[in-house]
């Protein structure tokens, strides 16, 4: 997973960005009502709503839980699972890698992601998120499930089209010595 670029010349965390714009409308509420001269309290008044402005974007984009993943942060707080099965109904099922064995759990696949050939899923992960404003990068830190699906698995959900491209081809991952020579004469086949 690749890690978005950033062209802010500011990054800052989300905490420090919206104490600033609050500082903002604070202060110059305070002046403007105390302000006697009209041009005073004229851009007083601007400067409240440029805080105002300011800050919309990015607490509108916490809010609702937006904001652009930036995979790699927190390496020792993320952990992804091959993804052996996905139903319709959001039931995926999962190999942990230190048990060996294969779990359940439900998602909701309208918060899906899809990368290409492997599905995979991220239980309680640390991410990061931000936002690019202009000259700014605001960011916050935030625990979620991540599901990325295959290309295949969003295409046999009916999420994607087909349009016949190689990485649209299902990965088959074997979980068992039976699954590993079923694999493995499925491979001899093709050859």
Known sequence: MAETVSTALISCPIYVYLTICISIVAATTIAAIKSKNKFMRTTFVALFALGLIAAMPVAGTYLSGGGTYKFGVHTDKEQFYLVVSVDKDGTVEYLNPDTFEIEKTSFDLSKAQIGKNIPLIGIDNTLRKAIQLPGIEVYWDTVETNLILSKYDAIQLGMLEPTGADD?????????????????NEINNRQ
């Open 168 to 184: 649209e081809k299902q990965f088959k991952i074997a979980t068992s010595s039976e699954a590993i020579e079923e694999l493995q």
